[in-house]
């Protein structure tokens, strides 16, 4: 069968139907011309991915503003909450055990700041008749006094030491809220009343401070070069500006001490600072820094920066690294050489007066072991 002619209207020539099919088909029309409106429209989307990379990255820096935002707000209203912990998590703010507990000689002593607000401390005495050095015993910044206690008796123990303990306001039974100027004032306070006690060898009161503790204790020696005769410092930090760079890790390109190198536009609103690098060359007096090298919360080299700033203005300065030690565990897993490493120490800058009986003198065996020495003057054979 021949396909069915089909006359074109417009030229009268027939065509064929060229499907094969036999039926007829219409001829395709060519595609209308585009309009500009359609290249313009074709054209604005080939335009937009590099709009939309725009549009993500602005996104992207709306969201990490706002985590910035978070943080400040956070550091601004949470500040003292994070520096500062009377209360340890599940644990009532009273002390959990006294001296009695352990048998300590003590008396609960109370003292006013000089902004009125009322202190607790225990001053724990080794024994009537002996007039060993006083350590003046500042603690970290978490629970209480009494969670020290322990490590108080063996410091006893060994050292044939007394220790006043000091209840940092807000702490314990302490009235009032902590703060550095506050707490700062607490311990001039506590070391007021030890140079005026009669019962005591003033000459040999010695400050001891861990963490926190030794921000605030370098403060004290600093401002009484003359009532202090040694200072003890362990795993300190330079500052908490340092620290809340590395507990907050995105601000840490805002916030930072002295040492630190980003633009620091936080610091001004960090209310408790303890820039304890930018202070530790003015305390005079002689310095043993321990340090446990296996600390997870301060940064074992915060206190080989300490160190070191410390002995360009002050060469009685000593450096000592525990290996195994951590933040709070220094002196048990440093053993007996921790203990002997402060003696060392207290016979070198805080010798013993010859004025105690035979019941006070040191049982402490100085069997002269290597990693009893303390490092020398230039800083060489620490770790």
């Known amino acids: 069968m021949m396909p069915e002619k089909i006359v074109d209207a417009t030229s009268g020539k027939p065509h064929h139907d060229e499907s094969g099919s036999g039926n007829a088909s219409c001829p395709q029309s060519p595609s209308p ?43 601004v209203a949470l500040q003292e909450r994070l520096v500062y912990v009377p209360v340890l998590p599940g644990l009532a703010r009273a002390y959990p055990i006294t001296p009695e507990r352990l048998r300590l000689v003590h008396e609960d002593v109370w003292l006013r700041a000089v902004d009125g607000v009322r202190l607790h401390s225990w001053f724990i005495r080794h024994s009537p008749t002996c007039r060993g050095p006083t350590f003046l015993f500042f603690q970290e910044n978490a629970g209480n006094i009494a969670h020290r206690l322990e490590f108080v008796q063996l410091m006893m123990q060994w050292l044939q030491c007394n220790v006043f303990m000091l209840s940092y306001r807000g702490y314990g039974e302490s009235d009032g809220y902590p703060s550095q100027k506050g707490i700062t004032d607490d311990a001039q306070a506590a070391l007021d009343h030890l140079i005026q006690r009669k019962d005591i060898d003033t000459s040999r009161i010695v400050v001891f401070g861990r963490s926190l503790g030794g921000a605030v204790g370098a403060v004290l020696a600093k401002n ?25 890790p995105f601000l840490q390109w805002f916030i930072g ?55 360009e203005h002050n060469r009685n300065c000593r450096f000592i690294g525990f290996p195994s030690g951590m933040h709070m565990d220094t002196w048990i897993s440093g053993g007996d050489r921790y203990w002997r490493t402060i003696q060392l120490f207290l016979d070198q800058y805080a010798p013993e007066v010859p004025s105690c009986d035979a019941s006070c003198k040191s049982e402490i065996a100085d069997d002269g072991e290597e990693g009893d020495i303390l490092l020398p003057s230039n800083g060489e054979g620490g770790g």
Request: charged share 20%; hydrophobic share 45%.
């Open 257 to 311: 001490g002295s040492s630190s190198k980003g633009p620091k536009l936080l610091n001004c609103v960090v209310r408790s600072p303890w820039s304890t690098l930018d202070i530790i060359a003015e305390v005079k007096q002689p310095i043993l820094f321990i340090s446990g090298l296996q600390d997870e919360l301060v940064p074992p080299s915060h206190m080989r920066l300490l160190y070191d700033k410390a002995f």
């Open 224 to 248: 009484n070069p003359d009532k202090a005769s040694a200072v003890i410092l362990e795993n300190t930090f330079t500052s908490i500006l340092d620290m809340a760079g590395i507990m907050l």
């Open 33 to 75: 011309p585009r309009s500009p409106l359609a290249r313009r429209s074709a054209s604005h989307r080939r335009a937009t991915a590099p709009e939309e990379m725009v549009g993500w990255l602005k996104a992207l820096a709306y969201g990490a503003g706002g985590m910035a935002a978070v943080g400040l707000g956070a550091l």
